[in-house]
């Protein structure tokens, strides 16, 4: 069964610094991965995706992610952090079923930034 | 264009009651997906549907049901409510695998239920 685990229930960054929350994956054949990020009391926003092709995936808000097929890690970063980032993000795989579908959510991780 | 659409936004029922949720997809978009979030945990597949048929089921009990409607809006029902199902419940819709795209979900704002 395909699964995502993320390690840090929260990660604290000052504002101007990188930020990497962290994502490892378990699938069998090729993985399709996510990164999503919820607001308070909001429905998820994608955020960007690793399909195949080059490893560094370029997202919104200036997000990027790196696939690592050695390490089995799908860590979202993104180079200068801004207080508006602080939200919950959520690492996610699509698992193939018979006729449909179904997305596998990590269970979270909180990010704070902090002015 | 509009986004996801759920009804209700909030509501609050009592232990044994029944619920509704209601969902409208994105314009074009033929597949939706039902997820609860309970309070800090990430979202659990419940159902997914495509041309009005179940394509994918997740670990709940049959107290909980769905349906998919001509114009691709859906229902989730849920039966004999139980505290256990207060949660946020996100419907989320996509374009269907074998359209050569990726299939990433486009969420609601979701309903909250709290059952007391």
């Known amino acids: 069964a395909q699964s995502v685990a993320q390690p840090e229930d929260q990660v604290n960054v000052a504002e101007g610094n990188p930020l990497t929350v962290k994502c490892t994956y378990s699938v069998s054949g090729n993985p399709y991965l996510f990164w999503y990020v919820q607001y308070p009391n909001r429905g998820l926003q994608f955020l960007l995706k690793?399909?195949?092709?080059?490893?560094l995936v370029k997202g919104s808000y200036g997000f990027e992610a790196e696939f690592n097929k050695s390490q089995t890690s799908f860590h979202l970063k993104k180079p200068s952090a801004l207080v508006s980032d602080s939200a919950l993000y959520f690492c996610?795989?699509?698992?193939?079923?018979?006729?449909?579908?179904?997305?596998?959510f990590g269970a979270g991780t909180r990010l704070f930034v902090k002015a | 264009d509009a986004g996801v659409t759920q009804s209700p936004t909030h509501l609050i029922k009592t232990r044994g009651q029944q619920v509704t949720l209601r969902c409208s997809p994105i314009s074009g978009h033929k597949s939706v997906s039902w997820y609860q979030q309970v309070l800090g945990q990430g979202p659990q597949f419940i159902f997914q549907y495509y041309e009005k048929e179940e394509r994918g089921r997740g670990n709940f009990p049959d107290r909980f049901s769905a349906r998919q409607f001509p114009n691709y809006s859906s229902e989730l029902n849920v039966n004999a409510l139980l505290l256990g199902d207060s949660a946020l419940y996100l419907c989320a819709s996509s374009l269907p695998p074998g359209t050569g795209l990726t299939g990433e979900l486009f969420f609601g704002e979701g309903s909250r239920l709290t059952v007391l």
């Open positions: 690793y399909i195949t092709g080059d490893n």
């Open positions: 996610a795989v699509r698992d193939m079923g018979r006729g449909g579908f179904k997305t596998i």
